[in-house]
């Protein structure tokens, strides 16, 4: 196993090389046969899918989990076109954002360059595979994969048809590289290819991101989990709050934007939790509420601490009542796991209180935290969603997946 696995990190290593120097035109091309690809060729991988959503659910799989497994004719069109805007975004490769004269006339430029090899694990999501590659080779880097135990044939499909595509057009063979293998070990193999792989992202549960960052010798890029609150302030629009919170647990509880936590100033309570807690819980959700929230519904679960951090990725909502914006900010910023945040309110000092004081990748005002998400932000896909500060820090585009170079041209200075 780790014979195999060092040798497609090799191979990768080699082929972004290469990839490095080809033009953009060609990783365009590439990058719309690969969306055309993905279309023609749907049947395909709705069969494998097929068999793999039947196998999770034998195992009786979380509902939340399969969620996320299952492709349909939409999703699979929805990863073409995150393919297609990816196309029409500016080639992140060469871009200059530093350039200075110095006095002794060295020219110095500081240019975006690929990584090289961008390794990346991730769980059941099968879309992960084609927005993954897409991103990579858009932004010239070859790239190794490393996806679930649950979704490896749909995943290894994906990858084939887009592999076969890009290679049609330009791209070297090797510039993608789908790691197969089901055993966990293959992970700690990859994330220890220091001089094979430049960067590693981890894209799924707590427990995979700990288990990639405890044992990779190669530098990681964190995307996080996602304990996301919204906090309805005493200036709100109860409607549109209402609106809101629906959205943000509700539109698809098993992804990392959805709302874990709502929040909701005391004096405002009374009138706004009876009316969320009706279309909250008419569709399923189940309500987990501190003191002050089951004195309002006495026969909503009481909520405990581990309830403010953890991430469901199902119907079930912890719920607090807050004296003030202050008090929100606070417990948002105890609990949170710094991925998105929102306020809802008409208060614009209060609004930018909260924008200020709250320490997360997104934060948004009179807005669903659904929207962290590469497509919706126009980056064309993601690559995950990062909460950390170094580096990249939100939904990961392609600019994150470079680096920086400095060019200097001079004509025989010496120092």
């Not at 991430?311 to 929100?328: F, G, P, R, T």
């Amino acid at each position: 196993m780790k014979d195999h696995v060092t040798k497609q990190a090799r191979r990768a290593k080699e082929a972004s090389r290469l990839l490095a120097c080809i033009p953009v035109e060609v990783r365009n091309n590439a990058l719309l046969a690969m969306a055309n690809a993905l279309e023609a060729r749907q049947d395909e991988i709705l069969e494998v899918n097929a068999k793999e959503v039947a196998a999770a659910r034998e195992k009786a799989t979380r509902l939340n989990m399969i969620d996320r497994l299952i492709l349909s004719p939409k999703r699979i069109a929805d990863m073409a076109e995150g393919i297609r805007q990816i196309v029409n975004l500016p080639d992140p490769i060469g871009k200059v954002d530093f350039e200075v004269v110095r006095p002794n006339g060295l020219k110095i430029r500081r240019v975006h360059v690929p990584f090289g090899v961008v390794g990346i694990v991730y769980e059941s999501r099968p879309n992960v595979t084609a927005d993954a590659i897409a991103l990579c080779l858009k932004s010239g880097n070859a790239c190794l994969l490393r996806g679930g135990s649950e979704a490896i044939r749909t995943n290894k499909k994906i990858s084939d048809i887009l592999k076969e595509a890009a290679t049609a057009n330009g791209i070297p063979a090797t510039a993608i590289e789908f790691i197969g293998i089901i055993d966990r070990d293959a992970v700690v193999v990859m994330c220890r290819l220091r001089k094979l792989v430049d960067v590693i992202i981890p894209r799924g549960g707590a427990g995979l991101i700990a288990r990639v960052v405890e044992h990779s010798t190669v530098p990681v890029i964190e995307t996080g989990t996602g304990v996301c609150h919204t906090y309805v302030d005493k200036a709100a629009d109860l409607d549109m709050a209402v609106k809101i919170c629906f959205n943000a647990k509700t539109s698809r509880p098993s992804v990392c934007n959805a709302m874990e936590t709502l929040l909701i100033h005391k004096d405002i309570a009374a009138e706004f939790l009876p009316k969320v807690a009706k279309v909250l819980t008419d569709a399923g959700v189940e309500l987990r509420g501190d003191d002050a929230c089951r004195e309002i519904l006495p026969d909503m679960k009481e909520a405990t601490d581990d309830d403010w951090k953890t991430e469901y990725n199902d119907l079930i909502l912890s719920v607090k009542i807050v004296d003030d914006a202050d008090a929100a900010i606070e417990h948002i910023n105890r609990y949170s796991s710094q991925h998105s945040d929102a306020i809802i309110t008409e208060d614009s000092n209060a609004a930018t209180r909260f924008e200020q004081m709250v320490d997360s990748a997104a934060v948004y005002v009179n807005a669903s935290t659904r929207f962290t998400d590469g497509f919706e932000f126009g980056f064309g896909a993601e690559i995950g969603i990062s909460t950390q500060k170094l580096h990249a820090r939100g939904p990961m585009g392609l600019e994150a997946l470079t680096t920086m170079k400095y060019l200097i041209d001079g004509d025989g200075q010496v120092r």
